[in-house]
């Protein structure tokens, strides 16, 4: 009997998503468990499995719409119904003289990420003929990436005859000549304009920092924090700490410990507001914003003040990696009681962050620059960082937020103190 395809509820926060693309075609034969659609939300992708084998009968939301949770995608017929109709059987295996489509099928029963699938088809890479680095041989962007430039992110085929010149990798297909010239470049005095749709995420992330402002009385304080200590003893440590857990000493963790410190002594830099009460958590989630060529997201540190310094460096890398592939669950981003984000990566000297509604403050991270600063009566060059706590004034008071910064500075200057706070 027929079966529908139907958004999946993926969490009480969502309840809308857009139709990336189909993965499969009308009358195709499917098996249970086969990827039929991917789905975009404003928080993750997914994809949307076959519910029982069959052929895709019907495809009723095309790619672009918007859809809601519980609405029909398309329906699958069983193999018994679909035999009964007229033409069913010709979907059943692909002809012998149709190699393309052999390998396109190929490629999409290959273990591998949405952005992986998108580089494949914008690269003409094989996916199946692509070694994967992910979880449990996943094929990851990069991979496909590397396997485009005739890297080693790919599986040899055996060595073409010897006569044959430089033969061209499986893996990368020639791209076939166009008959169509390819448009002029517009003068240096043409006014070109182009019109992009904004991705879920993107207008998910435009409409919530809207509210942010509207909605919260946001404040911000500065303060700068000489790295010094914090560099020193990175480098006195960085190679035995790599060998020891396998990962970099980065700067991060040491501002979530030192921001961990100073919501102990600042809890309502750690609260949220439900009417007129104020929710104070004992808990220390610390979502770490990320930058992705989809949009910002923000992973949770489930409570951070467990974890070790290695524990927080491997998560935070491990964040930035599926924020990139797409294979962030909601799970993670689910969420936090406080937030850091760190402009600094990108160049930013100086900025003012927004708060992440319904916390109440995010510290944000500077470039490390040397600077001329008085020690002593003396002026040496420091490595300094400027850092901003932007908060919700309608709950954290200002001298609370500069005492807040001014505890963070202390803990950095002199990271010795994170062991004992």
Excluded: C
């Excluded at 923000?298 to 935070?316: C, G, K, M, N, T």
């Amino acid at each position: 009997m027929p079966s529908n395809i139907v958004v999946p509820e993926v969490g009480e926060s969502i309840v809308d998503a857009r139709v990336a693309k189909w993965l499969r075609k009308e009358g195709e034969v499917v098996s249970v468990g086969d990827p039929l659609v991917e789905l975009e939300t404003d928080k993750i992708d997914l994809e949307v499995a076959a519910p029982q084998g069959g052929v895709l009968k019907r495809i009723d939301r095309k790619d672009g719409e918007d859809v809601k949770v519980g609405e029909v995608l398309g329906v699958i017929e069983d193999s018994a119904g679909a035999s009964q109709q007229p033409g069913a059987a010709a979907p059943a295996a692909p002809a012998k003289d149709a190699p393309a489509d052999a390998r396109a099928s190929s490629s999409e029963k290959t273990r591998s990420t949405p952005t992986a699938r998108k580089a494949a088809q914008e690269h003409e890479v094989d996916l199946s003929r692509v070694r994967g680095s992910g979880d449990a041989g996943r094929v990851m962007r990069r991979d496909v990436e590397q396997a485009a430039t005739g890297g080693s992110g790919r599986d040899t085929a055996p060595a073409a005859a010897p006569k044959a010149p430089a033969p061209v990798p499986d893996a990368v297909k020639a791209r076939p000549a166009s008959p169509v010239a390819e448009a002029p470049r517009p003068s240096p005095g043409d006014r070109t304009e182009e019109r992009v749709r904004m991705s879920k995420r993107r207008a998910t992330i435009a409409r919530r920092l809207v509210e942010a402002q509207s909605t919260a009385a946001m404040l911000t304080t500065f303060n700068e924090v000489d790295m010094s200590a914090v560099m020193a003893l990175r480098e006195r440590h960085k190679q035995a700490f790599k060998e020891r857990h396998g990962t970099g000493l980065g700067i991060a963790s040491f501002f979530v410990k030192a921001s961990i410190g100073a919501l102990r002594a600042f809890p309502r830099v750690n609260a949220e507001i439900q009417g007129d009460e104020m929710v104070l958590k004992h808990y220390y989630d610390i979502g770490v914003a990320v930058g992705a060529s989809e949009g910002l997201v923000v992973p949770v540190l489930r409570d951070a003040d467990r974890l070790s310094f290695a524990q927080i460096e491997q998560q935070i890398r491990d964040f930035a990696r599926r924020a990139e592939d797409g294979s962030l669950s909601l799970a993670d981003l689910k969420g936090g009681t406080f937030t850091i984000t760190n402009g600094g990566v990108f160049g930013s000297l100086l900025s003012t962050p927004i708060l992440n509604p319904p916390q109440v403050g995010i510290l944000g991270l500077h470039a490390i620059q040397p600077r001329p600063v008085a020690v002593n009566g003396q002026v040496v060059i420091k490595p300094m960082m400027y850092v901003a706590l932007t908060y919700d004034h309608r709950i954290v008071d200002g001298s609370e937020a500069v005492q807040f910064l001014v505890r963070i500075k202390q803990l950095v200057e002199d990271p010795g103190a994170l062991l004992l706070d």
